[in-house]
């Protein structure tokens, strides 16, 4: 059975601090893995990594992928008070095509 | 506009009251799912499906049915809802392609509770 773990649960931090956020999983089979960022709504798409792609960047944001060791991190640099969410990592594996979330990583950024 | 719409967002129902959950999407994706999200256990998948008449089985199945008759809508049935079933529930949709999920796109949700 596929399993996603991420950590920390929940971390604090103040703006313009870095935060690295953890997510390591067990799959069969590795297809891509994806990460999300949830506010008070529904997830809204940052970034996906596959084999052939396995680090990505998008302004503060960043992410990589290692395969060997079965994890991926997600980088926020000169954190605000607007990336306050819960940030989601989902890996698609296995011989289906089923998608596991692990359960997130709070980050409250204060002022 | 691209998106993904669920109908009704708020419900509240009684134990046994068959009820449906629509979903829609118009970006002629392939993958459709349904998630339930409550807290402390995060996302989880319940059913999805990888196009018109292709579904399967999530992580939690159990007290639930889909149907996928069009490409675009992705029905949640519960023929005898539980308050176990009380949550938070998404839609969302994915084009598939190359064998990856690629981005996928949620619904608003649908918050229902059953008494």
């Known amino acids: 059975e596929d399993k996603v773990v991420q950590s920390p649960l929940s971390l604090v931090v103040h703006e313009g601090d870095t935060v690295t956020l953890n997510c390591s999983y067990e799959?069969?089979?590795?297809?891509?893995l994806l990460w999300y960022k949830q506010e008070k709504k529904a997830p809204t798409f940052l970034f996906m990594l596959?084999?052939?792609?396995i680090e990505k960047k998008s302004g503060r944001l960043s992410s990589i992928l290692d395969k060997k060791e079965l994890f991926s991190i997600l980088n926020i640099t000169a954190t605000q008070t607007g990336d306050s969410a819960v940030y989601l990592c989902?890996?698609?594996?296995?011989?289906?095509?089923?998608?596991?979330f692990g359960k997130g990583t709070l980050l409250t950024v204060n002022p | 506009e691209a998106q993904v719409t669920q109908n009704p967002r708020y419900l509240i129902t009684v134990t046994g009251k068959k009820l449906t959950v629509t979903c829609s999407q118009n970006?002629?994706?392939?993958?459709m799912s349904w998630y339930r999200q409550d807290p402390g256990l995060g996302l989880r998948q319940i059913y999805y499906s990888m196009n018109v008449e292709v579904t399967d089985k999530g992580d939690v199945p159990e007290g639930y049915k889909v149907s996928r008759k069009e490409k675009r809508n992705f029905p949640l049935i519960l023929e005898s809802p539980s308050p176990n079933q009380t949550s938070l529930y998404f839609c969302?949709?994915?084009?598939?392609?190359?064998?990856?999920?690629?981005?996928?796109?949620f619904g608003p949700g649908t918050r229902l509770t059953v008494l």
């Open positions: 799959v069969t089979n590795f297809r891509s």
């Open positions: 989902a890996l698609s594996g296995g011989s289906n095509y089923k998608l596991t």
């Open positions: 969302a949709s994915s084009a598939l392609g190359a064998g990856v999920h690629n981005e996928q796109f």
């Open positions: 596959t084999s052939s792609g």
């Open positions: 970006m002629n994706h392939e993958y």
